[in-house]
């Protein structure tokens, strides 16, 4: 599955200081994503990264159909060119998950996949059986019946991907899926989305993390203000930059794109 943005935007108004003295403001309006395009093809790993504030969750929000566009679109389509254009079946083939997804604190993971599995219309036995997969998958045999609010940032960070597999989407928007996270829980969650790339699905992931961008995408986009400012490969980056590392490759990119 393949999806693409064409020309994204999205304006929010904010308030400025216009007279420090008298701490008077006034209303501004802003591009947190300005006519930006890129794509992401099967079985590749997007990288997604910026500074704090430059437009990378309101742009995954947008490729997950979760906010509109002002201006612009997305497009998804199937491997043999076709555009898929009705919602529902959009939906069917997008998992969405943030560093700050919202689960039901009172269920526990299975029944919180169960009712998922409801939602998306699979047949109880399958959805049993789903379940139970998922759980394997992502080794939560210990703390699978156990309440979602009683478990730790790893665990809940876990069961909120359980969530986006039950449909088992072709493409995964992962909006810093790491953030705080313990090494174990981390490696856990990376060499989940390896699995899924070798399965052929399409990952576009958003992280702060430079070092895990570097051993994990296949391509990385950087964002800056809105814009897209430097694309390629890890590698690719490091020569353009002349550094050695993604970091430093990072740094360079924007403090170019600073002084422009």
Known sequence: MRIE???????????VKSDEKNKKQRREDFFAVDHLSLHASAGEILGILGPNGAGKTTLLRMLG???KPDEGSVI????????????NEIKKHIGYISGNTKLYNRFSIREMLMIFGDIYGIPK????????EIIDLLDMKKFADNRIGALSTGQTQ????????MHS????????PTLGLDILSSETIISFMKKERE?????????????EAEYLCDRINMIYNGNLIAEGSPAE???NTKTDNLRDAFRACMKEAANE
């Not at 998804?76 to 919602?87: A, E, P, T, W």
């Not at 036995?125 to 139970?132: S, V």
């Not at 989407?169 to 810093?176: G, K, L, M, R, T």
């Open 76 to 87: 998804l389509s199937d491997d043999d060119g076709n555009v898929i254009s009705d919602k």
């Open 125 to 132: 036995e399958e959805c049993e059986k789903r379940a139970q």
């Open 237 to 239: 980056l490091k020569k």
């Open 65 to 67: 159909g979760i906010m």
């Open 5 to 15: 943005a064409k020309g994204l935007c999205k304006q929010f108004s904010r308030f």
């Open 199 to 211: 399965r052929g699905c399409t990952v576009l992931y958003s992280t702060h993390y430079m070092e």
């Open 158 to 165: 876990r069961a909120g991907i359980a969530r986006t597999l």
């Open 169 to 176: 989407p072709s493409v995964y928007i992962f909006d810093e």
